[in-house]
């Protein structure tokens, strides 16, 4: 059945039809809060999900102050896990060196166009002017910078937009011929590279071969703004990063669907360096901005030492289950910390060690010092705050002269000081 939205606009004086190509459905997707001109408002994504977790005839509602200003039905047909993030892309006036608080921001929208491994369609909407939205990042834009690629006797020949070539040496391990696939943009980050109160977009998009990654192709992105005002994309810092050769039991930079939502990873790539950061994506929008606003705080500190050239990042999906989300940030260059991170998946609050374990029991470090096999570590000052669970084990992690030092114990054996006996129970 066809319809259409038709929604009367009372701040801007008008009304508004916006026509989907279906029946209009009540499904919030996701929200966030954006910066406008007048004050803080709020952008909610509506639509119709698919049972198979696909989402279509969509629409965009700006709101200030619960009430609706403006609406918008984005360029992109559909997607699985949307999410909505404010950015700040556009050119700031030429007197301002510096980005206020109040200065507009505009909506990054992202739709996976399959599972976490699949790329994603992006766009960047500017309701800077109600009655005139613009899209800053179009469908061509989401499309990436490749325009063909070859893998020809273990080289990779790629060809970007601009006509620029570029050739790369495959590493030992990789197919050494064949066909390449390569489709949109994988990931796109939103970050003010030079401090000047304008985010850049750091693209990712991924050549592969029969599933197989074989290399990831970086760009920096800024909108420019010339002297008629005509706003541009310019790209550069052009990156052409070859894959390592890893076990198919390697699951460092997956992400991961389970009960509660999906894992999406996010990368970068840049000349000397590369970062892959965790999203959530969820069909509960309020646990889906409480998880990832918690992941980015967990985040910054490890991809601002990427963004200043100091180290790369990396994650780990631990657990993810009913019971327990545990992620893994790893960071270095040489060597490497770790740092967990642990949600209960259906609140989104973190959990500590001291809600699994009774840490006030006076037999538990006596215990944990005896059951340990790496002699590097001791527990008589106390339990450390670092800590995963895997596979019916408990694994303390302690940093010790600069290296992360970990011990594992059955969690049979501390059946005495688990709070709750569900921590035995296999996932």
């Known amino acids: 059945m066809k319809n259409s939205w038709k929604i009367k606009l009372a701040a801007a004086g008008c009304s508004m039809l916006l026509c989907t190509g279906a029946a209009a459905s009540e499904t919030l997707l996701a929200s966030t809060t954006l910066q406008q001109e007048q004050g803080k408002a709020t952008v909610e994504l509506w639509g119709e999900r698919l049972p198979g977790g696909y989402t279509e005839q969509l629409l965009l509602l700006l709101k200030e102050e619960g009430k609706l200003v403006t609406a918008y039905a984005p360029s992109v047909k559909g997607g699985y896990n949307p999410v909505l993030q404010a950015v700040q ?26 599972d976490w491994e699949a790329g994603s369609e992006y766009r960047i909407i500017d309701f800077t002017n109600p009655k005139q939205i613009a899209e800053l990042f179009s469908a061509a834009d989401s499309m990436g910078i490749v325009t063909n690629a070859y893998n020809k006797e273990g080289a990779l020949e790629i060809i970007l937009q601009d006509g620029q070539k570029n050739s790369a040496p495959l590493p030992e391990g990789l197919p050494k011929s064949g066909k390449m696939e390569f489709g949109g943009l994988f990931s796109l980050t939103a970050y003010d590279v030079d401090g000047d109160g304008q985010q850049e ?67 970068m790539v840049v000349p000397g360096g590369e970062a892959t950061y965790p999203a959530f994506a969820s069909k509960n929008v309020q646990l889906q901005n409480k998880i990832n606003a918690y992941l980015e705080k967990e985040c910054a500190e490890y991809l601002q030492l990427f963004y ?90 302690q940093r010790i002269c600069g290296n992360d030092e970990v011990a594992g114990f059955a969690l049979g054996n501390l059946h005495k000081f688990l709070l709750d006996k569900k921590w035995l129970q296999q996932n």
């Open 308 to 397: 200043r050239g100091q180290a790369d990042m990396a994650f780990k999906v631990l657990r993810a289950d009913k019971q327990l989300l545990s992620l893994q940030l790893i960071s270095g260059k040489n060597s490497f910390i770790h740092h967990q991170l642990h949600l209960d998946p259906a609140t989104g609050e973190p959990v500590k060690l001291e809600q699994i374990l009774n840490l006030s029991d006076p037999d538990l470090r006596p215990l944990l010092n005896l059951l340990c096999t790496n002699k590097s570590m001791d527990f008589t000052e106390g339990v450390p705050s670092e800590w995963y669970i895997e596979g019916g084990n408990l694994f303390l992690v």
């Open 201 to 267: 977009l750091l693209t990712s998009q991924q050549l592969t071969q029969r599933r197989q990654l074989l290399a990831d192709v970086g760009a920096v992105w800024r909108l420019q703004r010339d002297a008629a005002k005509n706003e541009k994309w310019q790209r550069s810092a052009f990156t052409v990063m070859t894959a390592t050769p890893v076990d198919k039991s390697n699951t460092i930079n997956d992400g991961c669907d389970f009960d509660a939502g999906s894992i999406l990873p996010r990368k």
């Open 89 to 114: 892309v556009k050119p700031l006036p030429e007197q301002a060196e510096r980005r206020s608080e109040a200065a507009p921001q505009q909506l990054l929208l992202s739709l996976g166009q399959g």
